[in-house]
């Protein structure tokens, strides 16, 4: 089951690897020039981020070993991988972040000049005066312009008696009504457009806030919205990268050690009691004498000597 765990906390470790490398490679191939430039600045990047990973295992193994000199020399390569990697990763975090929250707010800027558009045009229709359709105005113009009336004061040019001054008056009042009918018509069709763009600027979000997330955090906090933004662009890449620079570590790090192997000290002391338990039988004195060569030899070689090889000596010599 243990196995099982560290696998599973070792995939995400690389999860975290990947996406710390991906970032990092973005970020600083933007940087190039030239095509060849972005791929130098991305290997580097990503060798930078492998390096990042795996230096806290070597570390723990130099210390439980006291190669004090190389793990000092390792965790100050350590801590300069980390914050080149940490600011590459503010800078991807930032640049996505603000091109998001950067898109957002020219829909809602849009949004708002078409509602600012659409009450301008309410308010000129409501200044117009109401008139007839624009096709009745049409048709009694032309009855106007039938008029004898019309023709002796030369198209109302040249109206000098009261009858001419009467029926001009009236012909000029029917051509105003029919150049504020035409205008209704002109902003009723403006009017429709606009609503019809308020309505598109809504269902795409343009009435919500730009970064619904950054105005929670800074009615919490009390920072504002730009210092919000900020600190969850830091966040999420000071997250992203302890993940890559200690995920590994921390998938295999908590296992327990395996068991080590008795030390050859013990040796003698297991030789003499499986000798002991061996059935008794008579012995030549050749036999005992090279038995007692072989314990003493046994005995010499052994780091520490029991009390009962020390009386299995004295008993060969008698």
Same mark, same amino acid.
């Given at each position: ?10 995939? #995400? ?34 060798? !930078? ?52 929250? &950067? &898109? ?8 708002? #000049?078409?509602?600012?558009? !659409? ?18 105005? !049409? ?26 001054? $009467?029926?001009?008056? &009236? ?40 970064? !619904? ?77 090279? $038995? ?24 060969? $010599?008698?």
């Amino acid at each position: 089951m243990r196995y099982i765990l560290a696998l599973c906390a070792a995939l #995400a470790a690389l999860t975290f690897m990947g996406a710390s490398a991906a970032m990092n490679w973005v970020f600083l191939a933007s940087l190039g020039k030239s095509p060849l430039e972005s791929q130098i600045f991305g290997a580097v990047s990503v060798a !930078v981020d492998v390096l990042k990973s795996l230096l806290p295992i070597f570390i723990t193994g130099a210390l439980v070993a006291k190669k004090r000199s190389y793990a000092a020399v390792a965790a100050v390569v350590f801590c300069l991988f980390f914050a080149f990697s940490l600011i590459s990763a503010i800078g991807f975090a930032a640049h996505n972040r603000g091109a998001v929250t &950067g &898109g957002k707010e020219v829909i809602a800027l849009r949004y708002q #000049a078409a509602v600012r558009d !659409v009450a301008e045009v309410e308010g000129k229709l409501k200044a117009l005066p109401k008139s007839r359709p624009q096709a009745v105005i !049409v048709e009694a113009l032309r009855a106007l312009e039938q008029d004898k009336k019309f023709a002796t004061s030369k198209g109302c040019t040249e109206a000098t008696a009261q009858d001419s001054r $009467s029926y001009c008056d &009236g012909y000029f009042t029917t051509k105003a009504e029919l150049a504020a009918a035409t205008e209704v018509l002109r902003l009723d069709g403006r009017l429709v457009l606009l609503k019809t763009e308020v309505a598109r600027l809504q269902d795409v979000g343009a009435a919500e806030e730009s970064d !619904v997330q950054a105005t929670l955090l800074s009615r919490i906090t009390g920072l504002d919205v730009s210092g919000a933004q900020m600190a969850l662009v830091i966040f999420v890449a000071v997250l992203v990268e302890i993940g890559a620079a200690f995920g590994l570590y921390l998938a295999w790090g908590w296992m327990p050690h395996a068991p080590q192997t008795p030390r050859t000290a013990n040796t003698p002391r297991r030789m003499f009691e499986a000798a002991a338990s061996r059935p008794e039988r008579d012995i030549t004195n050749d036999e005992t004498l090279a $038995s007692a060569a072989d314990t003493t030899s046994v005995i010499a070689d052994a780091e520490v000597i029991d009390p009962p090889l020390r009386r299995l000596r004295i008993a060969a $010599s008698r």
